[in-house]
């Protein structure tokens, strides 16, 4: 099968890499020349490349296969300026990290055109040359039939986990790593909320580690914190150092806890044991946020996956206003003093 | 009646004005001769003092009244002190922010000895003086039902606020400020929950703050943060200049949300609007994290208290740790580098 | 001056009643000819009614002043209806609980026409009449001028509360109760924030109560959810009746947690100790939503706000799916069987 | 090497296979004279038994290494009575679910005979038999490396996961699956964070599933709820029905959220898609508890792993009380009478 690419960043180019890998071909886009030539040494027959849309399209078979993987707020123009040359029965998908809102409004724009549009969560990051991209699709099922051939060579496949138990016979397309989700947006909607509880289970591994980090408190009980708070009742109790790479390494077998989240972790911790790299201020990019937004609309309570997004509000310095006038009431009916600083 | 009163920091003091403007006398206890003597020159006939607790022990008629005012980590040494010079009858109060768990624990001790022991959570803050104070008692009946002459005198009285629907009659004592609240440590439990309330109340006014006086964050697109976080989505909606300092003056007439609370932060936003005088570090008292513990004790949700709690230990950098791990984890799955800075 | 209102529910009347009190006039529209005469005969001479709009719209005297007071849904569609018959310098209100997105949007459709448009969120409740409405005005500075007599009447005015300290000659519109916050939908988006603090407050007094209210759980250890719990460690600690209505009550003087909702409180518990005529089910109109949708768009943390959304959300049994997930994870790694029942 | 384990349940015994199988021997206590003869046969030479505990005692090799593997509860009582038994040079382990508070007792008063205290923090659940424990362990350094010979035929082994990349040599203890995490009660304070944590994560997961279940929201719009909350916004966009037995199973490849608990899941909603033989009521045990406990104490936000155990609080119905005040209040302000029901 031959899929075209949009952007050769990363990820792109790691999915082309992988359906080549597997027999398929690849035309690839990209404004630079020079990124085109190295794929075309790279990947010889399998792949061909321009730097033109109108060359791109006219390399590509029909049913033309459109897969976009740029960053997503360019993702909207460029769909419409490629839309203008494709012809009825041609395929976009989406693969970037759109928020599927507007899966919902260009499916509805592309139908009259004849035009299929598929939106794909995907998932896997840096490591999903290797390791397989987890993929979440939305659109009309028929659409989504057609191009499992590149789907199954994108995915992880069956093996890269034990089977579930119960689960025999043919391996499903969930089980393979690429599931069908629902209608248009559907595969952005269930990514939006992977990338929720990602948010959330990060956090529980950090606040649990920060627990760890500072169960040596009661050996510090004179420092300079302490006019800003209540003196610690049982500093018996925390005088312990513990070494928190090394948990994180013992966790990684046999525990509950155990995850890819904690392999990594562990791995970050064994390689910068201080995190000195790091400052403390946490991006966060849309997902998260949508994912509240869905809670909210849904009425559904997300306690954790909202605490998890805050913090990172937080770690930006967000919540200072707030911070300020909570030593402005505290002044007002106390007369406390707040020590300056931050 | 007679009040002994230990330690005449402000609350201290102002609750010997309060009693001796009602008629009553105090003796009072401190350190600093210089400080007595101003008291005796305020007060008059109604107040006499003492620099060492024999001689205020000596001033103090049967059964003695003593009132312990004074910063909570030194209560117990000074309670036990005096206690040694106090006869069968006698009456020791502990009027701070001692735990709970010490009352139990002290009038357990003081039982044998026949000294009766009270703890009176008291909330009025530097406006007690004017406004009153509220108390809440724990210890045994005959005990409160004895100092009561007192607790009329120190609590705001009924007309501090306009009587509640319904009641009707002489005045209870709820209705006149003080409560006994059970056994010994009742008062400082219900004082306890006061404060853990509190944080949760001034946590809510000040995220709502927050978010009235970002509400222009649409005109301020390409800001430095634009690169931590996915590109706002409606500009047009958040092109508010809002003007906090007169929405809490506003709020204090009509609205839902008007309280003390309020009536005291639209003060020190019309003094210092840009509240500039603060730095962003909130101190924590004993009682808003003693008010969790006692949650989790009992098994009751308190997301919203712990939540007001963990926005002050996150003011002063206490989860930087925990950044530092999410930045760790986000480089390690998806090759982001976080800005450096905090 | 004269105020034509649409909607004669509770608060549409009691600002009609507000305003004529004050020597204004007002003209009234309602579908029911009954409520028309019933308040006519109430208001006399400041009051006529119509229940058809061309007849409201022809007794205003230019330029008129319709100020729609619906429920929110409504809205849009009578304000559509009613600017057909308006002229140019026309002003239409939307007093009730609109998302402030429909008032930008509002401004921008009736501009072309010269009618003008103000949001105005109004606080008060069920007690506007007798303590007056908390006035939060979004639109065109020279309109919330024209119309500031109006305001003035139907805003509690400055003897409401005490004059902030330091605050002092003519009181400002913000100390007599009503406050322009912005352009277009500011009204709107300062009420909702107001909400969304009301959401959090309430939150904070509801979990100190239910603190306090279990703080006899030491006295029934072996009741029915003993399996489900570890023992508790220290039931000497957890002894007490407390009388959460008296606490309430006694809590409205001198405390710090003083406010009209803790009066409200005190008079609902003092009402009905048990709280027994309701089932536990809270409801949530669309402003606490909203403002948590706010937030996140602002990038502000929000916990307390959200937590108290996501408790009324959970009173409901949304939270009822997740809670299954989780007994289903507990039994798959640790073979726990989850009582039955919820 | 000999290993005496008290306590023959799941675990116990599980422990008990996992060291006799590598060659070791064990000296098992119950009071059941059944279950010893089952192991008996079961395990041949390598385990003999005893129903009492002098007979247990003699049948130990000196030093002996007594592993009391028993609810929490009842393991004070039982160290106490087998310690009366043992002589100086001997070992106990704790290696329940016991708060480490007690263990830094235990180790204290067990010193002065000259009998030696572990506690080790043991993961695994009913998994542990066939994946391994993860061992978390306090106390003494050479105590501890006395006893690593069984320590390694209990914890999973370096293979049960890839090694963590920049680790290279002879396998770390932590990478073997067993950690000295400190002196006594660093075990169990780690096998506590590490509770918490999966609280945390299972709640990420849970409340994610649960937006997945109801993105379907739109299409029920005139169901029973609509009159407790605003009307949802925008329909179009929660028309999903999402299959979410099968996301669990796609997200368990090549995700970011791939995880052991993720594997768990997928497989209980694979046997019982619609969770239908769960109640909704999760249970707590200690663990959780003592994490916020602990955070708190250090002054840690932790608003992840409280909003997690909160939410098990009120999926118990100890939320009801609070609730119900929110309905009282709002019907005091709104005249909202809150529908009946829960």
Known sequence: MQLGMIGLGRMGAN????????GHTAVGYSRHEEQIKEFTEELGDGFSGATDYKSFVAQLE??????VMIPAGATGAVIDEVAE????????????????????????????????????????????????????????????????????????????????PGRTGEPSPSEQGYLHCGPAG????????????????????????????KANIGKHLDDEHSAEVTPLENPEYYQYDIDVPEVTEVWRRGSVVASWL?????????????????????????????????????????????????????????????DKVLSAMRKAFGGHNELPGK
């Open 15 to 22: 999915i082309v890499r992988r359906i080549v890998r597997d």
């Open 62 to 67: 029909t049913p033309r296969i459109v897969w």
């Open 85 to 164: 040359l494709l012809e009825p029965g041609d395929i976009i998908i989406d693969g970037g990290n759109s928020r599927y809102h507007e899966d919902v409004k260009r499916a509805k724009a592309l139908a009259p055109k004849g035009i299929h549009y598929l939106d794909i969560g995907t998932s896997g990051g840096v490591w999903g040359l290797e390791r397989g991209y987890c993929l979440m699709v939305g659109g009309e099922k028929e659409t989504v039939a057609h191009i499992e051939p590149l789907l199954r060579s994108i995915a992880p496949g069956v093996d890269a986990a034990e089977r579930t």
């Open 186 to 213: 559907a595969g952005h909607f269930v990514k939006m909320v992977h990338n929720g509880i990602e948010y959330g289970a990060m956090a529980a591994y950090a606040e649990g580690m920060n627990i760890l980090a």
């Open 262 to 322: 904690l392999d990594l972790t562990a791995a970050a911790l064994h390689a910068d044991p201080e995190l000195s790299s790091f400052g403390g201020r946490v991006s966060d990019s849309g997902e998260g946020r949508w994912t509240i937004h869905a809670a909210i609309d849904e009425g559904v309570p997300a306690p954790v996956l909202s605490a998890a997004l805050y913090q990172r509000f937080s770690s930006r310095g967000e919540a200072l206003y707030a």
